[in-house]
């Protein structure tokens, strides 16, 4: 459980930055914005299960 609150932790203090947002969109063909949105839905999946994992080797060893 440490773990998964320390990885959390550095997602937050790593995705915080005084850059403004940028438009990804900009100048980009269609196709190129839809390799994009499958590139983020391939992560968000992949992040789920890497949370699944983490929950399970958990419920397996509670005390790690």
């Given at each position: 459980?440490?773990?998964?609150?320390?990885?959390?932790?550095?997602a937050?203090?790593?995705?915080?930055?005084?850059?403004?947002?940028?438009?990804?969109?900009?100048?980009?063909?269609?196709?190129?914005?839809?390799?994009?949105?499958?590139?983020?839905?391939?992560?968000?999946?992949?992040?789920?299960?890497?949370?699944e994992?983490?929950e399970?080797?958990?419920?397996?060893?509670?005390?790690?």
């Open positions: 459980m440490k773990k998964l609150f320390i990885l959390l932790g550095l937050l203090v790593v995705g915080c930055g005084e850059s403004q947002p940028t438009n990804v969109a900009d100048g980009a063909s269609l196709s190129e914005i839809e390799q994009y949105r499958q590139m983020v839905e391939e992560s968000e999946k992949a992040a789920a299960a890497g949370y994992e983490a399970a080797a958990y419920s397996a060893d509670p005390k790690s």
